[in-house]
């Protein structure tokens, strides 16, 4: 089956509404389907039918015969009757949204289409779950008669502090003091230091307390997060700036940190072989490079391990680096 892993997330929100429609259209399709068969030709002129209020109390017990045959089913085929139970929701659903003229049933028929969609281009679980809840999610918006200008200043708040998850899928991560202690332990001293995706400093500021000699570089791209950041080193020694880490330089720091998402990993540690120097420090938190073994795992009593590599046949030379130090 087609793997959607490698799609780029513009590409994902595109397929999102282009399955939106297209379960759009299957519902009022088979909605239309199901009212011929019930009341005729007819049925396509006249108000949505209202003749089986009584399915309102089928629902709970079709519910728990459902969620019952589901609990008793081998582990191996509960993803094929996992397709096939959705498969019997869409048509469920319309019935009901054509029986009691609800729109949110006829929601719930969309979202279960775009749900069942989603199954069948093997997205990941939670790509089905907003499938299955963008519809319904609308009609509870507008329940709520919300103002739009709510919904773009909403937009825009998020665009700027999550810029890197619409760009690289790259959520806002937030390391903290117990990383900065594990990183004060293993960087020597005077070093050079790049972290990537800095944030708002929250890494920076008190590894910069622990070692104040070392020279501490922090870049970042999502707009609100930077002026966080921006507040927050103007009056130290930290050097903050705004960019795209994929088009800044690695090559004059001895150590790169990064606390990202598993889907930049295999491009970023490309980046740090070809313009790093070698045995270089490369320092993930939370996230591995795909199979390459860390030279050490830095675990801890609370939070995420940092995983340690040492750069291996890196292009940029040893007089790049300001500390001038070996790692």
Not at 14 to 35: D, E, H, M, N, P
Not at 67 to 75: E, K, T
Not at 90 to 97: D, E, M, N
């Amino acid at each position: 089956m087609w793997n959607a892993s490698c799609v780029s997330p513009l590409s994902r929100v595109v397929r999102l509404f282009a399955l939106q429609f297209l379960a759009a259209f299957i519902t009022w399709g088979l909605g239309g389907l199901l009212a011929v068969a019930v009341r005729g030709a007819i049925a396509l002129t006249i108000e949505p039918l209202r003749t089986a209020g009584w399915l309102l109390w089928v629902c709970p017990f079709i519910g728990a015969i459902a969620a019952l045959m589901i609990a008793c089913l081998p582990r191996q085929t509960w993803r094929f009757w996992q397709n096939a139970l959705l498969s019997l929701c869409v048509p469920f659903f319309c019935f009901i949204w054509l029986c009691l003229d609800s729109p949110l049933f006829g929601c719930l028929a969309i979202g279960t289409t775009a749900a069942l969609l989603a199954c069948f281009l093997d997205e990941p679980w939670w790509w089905r779950l907003i499938h299955f809840l963008f519809a319904p999610m609308i009609w509870a918006a507008r329940q709520l008669s919300i103002s739009p200008f709510w919904h773009l200043a909403a937009f825009v708040l998020l665009l700027l502090v999550f810029r890197g998850a619409a760009s690289g899928r790259i959520p806002l991560f937030l390391s903290g003091e117990p990383a900065a202690r594990r990183l004060a332990a293993l960087l020597p001293g005077e070093a050079a230091m790049l972290d990537v995706g800095a944030g708002v400093a929250s890494l920076l500021l008190p590894l910069a307390r622990l070692r104040p000699d070392l020279r501490l570089t922090g870049i970042e791209n999502a707009p609100l997060p930077w002026i966080v950041g921006w507040l927050r080193t103007r009056n130290t020694k930290i050097d903050w700036r705004w960019g795209d880490f994929w088009r800044h330089s690695l090559s004059p720091y001895p150590a790169v940190y990064c606390f990202l998402s598993p889907a930049p990993m295999p491009e970023l540690w490309q980046k740090a072989r070809k313009e790093m120097r070698s045995e270089s420090l490369f320092i993930s938190n939370a996230f591995p490079v795909p199979d390459v073994k860390p030279e050490m795992p830095l675990g801890a009593e609370s939070g995420p391990a940092l995983y340690v590599y040492r750069v291996p046949n890196a292009g940029a030379k040893i007089s790049d680096s300001p500390s001038g130090l070996p790692v």
